[in-house]
């Protein structure tokens, strides 16, 4: 419930808060060449883009996936072109900060601290690697093939990407260039592709406007399942009537991303969002050597060699206990947000007979978004499971098939 809780406060609307800022920056760079694009101006396009995609999102499931599918194409083939011009880059010889005298000289000593920030923003740059776990109901054949698979092709062909893309930006910028710019592909075309330039920022918007797509995508899957199991309020358990997507979620998730817009650091809650992440990734990870252990026979659609999470577990143990001691107020922080979910878990969960007044007010409530947003439980959803069928079986077919 905690993570749950914390995923819904602050995690994926920070998240999501983040590419649609990085998103609105690179569409208004080429207007504001000279200068970081006005406040307002970013906030605004970036809550536009928003709400376009939550109404995507909940008008159409394929529509999403289809989005998806297609700016990742898009994503995928302006990250290979400056893979591409960084490698002629270096086979002219202009890989001057790549060298290792350069590439290993520090122009600022890093404490423990500064290293200990760097691997928690750089776990928040590849949080995606566990995304695709919270859709497995709506894969075709998730367990035997279609999940892993796509877990072992993404996060190489990922890592690879990021890589090398950060190789050829060296090939032009060097590291005080690369962290005062403002969009780094368009301040690297602008170097490089010359009358081609536009390129770079209209490729880096499609690419975060896809990437915004699979968040709301996502982590309204995550709301919605939290619900289903009773964690969070039941509206949000709900699918549309005819376009079947769970609209409360959708909504829950980007009015949560509007408020962070609105009134948050967005940047400096990055850190505290990687070390929740971090910590959460952690204790499942103990969680499945556990049951490994003591339930070694219990049925398992997916496995893997202990090997993998016990190196993990490793590498997470290393960095926790650096930022534990390097960033404590960092880490205080995170550790408050999470905390902030146990007051309401138990008013809210562990609190069973609350007065009847407190359940009308809730049922009510319900009620008013259901008729709001025109959804209902999905079939053999909460309420279908809680329902009698001597019940059911008393109303006239009509009246059945309405409700």
Known sequence: FLLLWSAVLIMYPTSL?????????????????????????SRILSMVCLLLLTWVNSSSV???TRIQDIFTAGKLLALALIIIVGFIQIFKGNYKELTPSNAFNFWMTPSVGHLALAFLQGSFAFSGWNFLNYVTEELVDPRRQNLPRA????????????????????????????????AVAVTFGEKLLGYFSWVMPVSVALSTFGGINGYLFTSSRLCFSGAREGHLPS???????????????LLVCCMATLVIMLVGDTYTLI?????????????????????????????RPIKVNLLIPIT??????????????????VCGVGLIIILTGVPVFFLGIYWRNKPKSVNRLIESMTCWGQKLCFVVYPQGGV???????????????????TR
């Open 17 to 41: 808060a983040v590419i649609a800022l990085t998103f609105s920056n690179y569409v208004l760079q080429p207007v504001f060449p000279n200068c970081i694009p006005p406040y307002n101006a």
């Open 62 to 64: 394929r529509w999403a």
């Open 151 to 182: 877990i072992f092709i993404s996060i190489p062909l990922v890592t690879f990407v990021y890589t090398f893309t950060n190789i050829a930006y060296f090939t032009a910028m060097s590291p005080q260039e690369l962290l005062s710019s403002n």
């Open 235 to 249: 509206l949000l358990a709900m699918i549309h009537v005819k376009h079947c997507t769970p609209i409360p979620a």
């Open 271 to 299: 850190n505290y969002v990687s070390f929740i992440n971090y910590l959460c990734y952690g204790v499942t990870i103990i969680g499945l050597i556990v049951l490994r252990c003591k339930k070694p026979k219990i049925f």
């Open 312 to 329: 993990y577990l490793a590498f997470w143990a290393f960095l926790l206990i650096f930022s534990l001691y390097s960033e404590p107020i």
């Open 383 to 401: 309420a279908a499971e809680e329902e009698a069928p001597s019940a059911r079986s008393r109303q006239p077919a009509s009246e059945t098939d």
